[in-house]
């Protein structure tokens, strides 16, 4: 069972930059296809962003386009959540999570439902003061 393990994350201020990294728990040598997911108090999980397991397509919920980058270091197994120009409502605990390998890339919607992910990591929180 592959666990996935995540840091960063922090109270920071409006404007503020905070990166997220995400790695399974023991090198497994497969790059995963990897969506970014968030939930904030009350509210059901949302998409916030994915990549495809080369690194070649990203997509973004429209809230964060322009802001949060998502990337990869294949080399070193683990996906990246940068963020920039925080905000007071992107404040939430923030997911990582793995498609299986053993299925098709995701296509179009696919990418951004929860069901479509197989690893989660244990979440990670995001706190932008205003």
């Known amino acids: 069972q592959v666990q996935l393990v995540q840091s960063g994350g922090g109270l920071v201020r409006e404007g503020d930059f905070l990166k997220l990294s995400c790695a399974p728990s023991?090198?497994?040598?497969?790059?995963?296809?990897m969506g970014w997911f968030r939930q904030a108090p009350r509210k059901e999980r949302e998409f916030v962003a994915s990549?495809?397991?080369?690194?070649?397509?990203?997509f973004y919920t429209d809230s964060v386009k322009g802001r949060f980058t998502a990337s990869r270091d294949n080399a070193k197994n683990t996906v990246f959540l940068e963020m920039s120009n925080l905000k007071p409502e992107d404040t939430a605990t923030y997911y990582c999570?793995?498609?299986?390998?053993?299925?098709?890339?995701?296509?179009?919607?696919?990418?951004?439902?929860?069901?479509?992910?197989?690893?989660w990591g244990q979440g990670t929180q995001v706190t932008v003061s205003s």
């Open positions: 990549i495809n397991w080369s690194g070649s397509t990203t």
């Open positions: 023991i090198y497994t040598g497969t790059n995963y296809a």
């Open positions: 999570a793995a498609v299986d390998p053993g299925h098709p890339e995701p296509r179009g919607r696919a990418w951004k439902t929860s069901e479509t992910y197989y690893y």
